[in-house]
């Protein structure tokens, strides 16, 4: 058993996300793991990660949604994202072509 097993709640301490608590949802190779928790969902370089002695009952490939519902059982912030609907996504208008005066 890996020190990163599933399960295992982790503090991120690099990238965008670093102070952020996270949980392994699956182990992929002795160099990657797959996290989940208050910070994206993503493949993270376990060198990236500091383990702490609090561990969750998840499933190895747990949903978001189960490691959502774990994360609020403990009083922990997730992370969430909404899709934009396209009334909040900027539309690009068509630059008009400039008018060209023809030479006689």
Not at 88 to 100: C, I, L, T, Y
């Amino acid at each position: 058993m890996s020190l990163f097993a599933p399960g295992r709640v982790v503090l991120k301490i690099a990238g965008r996300d670093a102070g952020r608590k996270a949980v392994v949802v699956e182990e992929l190779d002795n160099t990657f793991v797959l996290v989940d928790g208050d910070v994206r969902r993503k493949k993270v370089n376990v060198k990236h990660l500091e383990p702490t002695a609090e561990t969750l009952k998840i499933s190895s490939g747990a949903s978001h949604e189960e490691v959502a519902s774990a994360f609020k059982k403990l009083g922990l912030p997730v992370w969430e994202t909404k899709a934009k609907t396209p009334a909040e996504r900027p539309q690009q208008k068509r630059k008009e072509e400039p008018k060209v005066k023809k030479v006689k």
